[in-house]
């Protein structure tokens, strides 16, 4: 029988060192202005109850009829994966009656979700997202704060071939009037019967269709930003009032559609010019009527998730360097019984001071352990031999310019610790 190479499931994949560095700059970074503009962290399970989703973010949507990891427990509950992080978010919210509290409440989490995509370059099974959502304010300052935020995290990587797609979306006194008008547009049109059930459901999703003959037909379709009433305009108007005065540029996207049914008013997208077809390296947007939904409060909210996977691939795009110097500090190479348990003490006490260090293991050799010294990144080694350890001293050597000092094995530590803790 051969043997059968066990693989990571299709649409997913493992992040390594080197790489998974950047994977964690990318996940600090877009977290960063979060922290800063008192949101607090929360954690929710990565399974939730399979009405959290269907309810939450709709039944017309690809994600709850196409791709969700749905399963029955051994006790016969249905569960799902999350697709997405913000049902789970106001499920807890409502749960632990948050809006009961200091308004608005402003969460952060980040994490897996899994959608059962075909998987492509940026599209994946499972995938990480830093999630935000300020909930129970409708205020359009709150609006800017939030896409201001999502701007400010692509900032500080260093992004700048991103664009902001914004629109507005209505609420429940404007969009079934428009709803009606978009309606009878797409019923004149020659559309296929699944089109055209998609149409029943929501019929805004068929604007969002990408097949050429379907968008042909589409020129002269009714906009919602044309159809929004006097409150709702006077909201959008505000929320682009605070984003000028917070120096944040955008796109007017009046056909934007998001996969996710639950938006209200503020909704945008964050698309970079360097990934092709999957563009999308987050989105978000106002929900007023997800927490009634879920059978909460008629409280309302906004947020935003970043895909944390497709943001690094847009760093790779734009050649950005974001990972502080990584490996350790200082390299400790023993030779022989004896100077191993001087390197396995002195390792353990400079990782105590704080400092990052490491040493060989297993029976290396010199040029072995040389080697891995010169990997680690450190800028300093101990190196210790036999000949050394008659002398009662260890070499201390700078690994940048191979300048090499005997140091008495008594002050490695300190010599160590200040040279390389400078
Ligand atoms: P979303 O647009 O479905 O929104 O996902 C947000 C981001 O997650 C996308 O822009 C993309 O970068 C990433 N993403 C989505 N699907 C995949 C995938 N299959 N593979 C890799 N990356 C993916 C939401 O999930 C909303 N919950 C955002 C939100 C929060 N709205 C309000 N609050």
Known sequence: MTDQIMRAPKGTFDVLPPDSERFLAVRETLTAPLRRAGYGYVETPVFEDTAVFSRGVGEST???????????????????????????????????RLHTGALPVKLWTVGSAFRYERPQAGRYRHFTQVDMEALGVDDPALDAEVVALGVQG?????????????TSLGDSSDRPQYREKLVAFLEKLDLDEDT????????????DDKRPEV?????DAPLMV????????????????????????????????????????????????GLGAQSAIGGGGRYDGLSAALGGPDVSGIGYAMGVDRTLLAVEAEGLDIVPATG????????????????????????????????????RGLKGAMKAADR??????????????????????????????????????ERLRDTVGR
């Open 62 to 96: 690809d994600v709850v009829t196409k791709e969700m990891y749905t399963f029955d427990d051994r006790g016969g509950r249905s569960l799902t994966l999350r697709p997405e992080l913000t049902a789970g978010l106001m499920r807890a919210f409502i749960e632990h």
């Open 154 to 166: 692509f900032r500080d990587l260093g992004l700048t071939d991103f664009e902001l797609l914004l």
């Open 196 to 207: 055209r059930r998609r149409a029943e459901i929501n019929p805004l999703r068929v604007l």
């Open 215 to 219: 968008q042909a037909q589409l020129d």
């Open 226 to 273: 044309d159809h929004l009433s006097d409150a709702s305009k006077a909201h959008y108007d505000a929320v682009r009032q605070y984003l000028t005065d917070l120096g944040v540029t955008w796109t007017e996207a009046p056909k934007l559609v998001r996969g996710l049914d639950y938006y209200t008013k503020t909704t945008f997208e964050f698309v970079h010019s």
């Open 328 to 363: 350790v500090q200082a390299f400790v190479v023993p030779l022989g019984a004896e100077a191993k348990r001087l390197a396995v003490r002195l390792v353990g006490r400079l990782r105590q001071a704080g400092i990052s260090a490491d040493t060989v293991y297993g029976d």
């Open 376 to 413: 680690s990144g450190a800028s300093h080694a101990v190196v210790i031999g036999e000949r050394d350890l008659a002398e009662g001293v260890g070499q201390l050597r700078d690994l940048r310019s191979g300048e090499q000092t005997a140091v008495p094995v008594e002050k490695l530590f």
